[in-house]
């Protein structure tokens, strides 16, 4: 059974930063691509961070850019979104996405930025 599961969200001040994982289960996992997306209350889901699977180049959205790190550990079958200088415009629900031969997606994990 396929499964993509987040950790890692919270309530973080501004300024603050908050680490997300993406746990797979049930595909190889070095194989796929994988990508951080999100969703504010409201509008349409956006792509954040992509990584691909071997050698696993990156590319960030420009929102993002400078603040946000997207890392992968192929052994443990995690990929991780590191969020830097948060702003309350991240708001959000975070999904792990992965695609290769078959797309697969995470459940979500919810950030909310605020004083």
């Known amino acids: 059974q396929v499964r993509l599961v987040e950790s890692g969200g919270g309530l973080v001040q501004p300024g603050g930063s908050l680490r997300l994982s993406c746990l797979a289960s049930?595909?190889?996992?070095?194989?796929?691509?994988m990508s951080w997306y999100r969703q504010a209350p409201g509008k349409e889901r956006e792509l954040v961070a992509f990584?691909?699977?071997?050698?696993?180049?990156?590319n960030y959205a420009d929102f993002v850019k400078g603040r946000f790190t997207i890392s992968r550990d192929n052994a443990k079958n995690t990929v991780y979104l590191q969020m830097n200088s948060l702003k309350p415009e991240d708001t959000a629900v975070y999904y792990c996405?992965?695609?290769?031969?078959?797309?697969?997606w995470g459940q979500g994990t919810q950030v909310t930025v605020s004083s």
């Open positions: 996405y992965a695609k290769a031969v078959a797309a697969y």
């Open positions: 049930g595909f190889i996992f070095s194989m796929y691509h």
């Open positions: 990584i691909s699977s071997i050698p696993g180049s990156t």
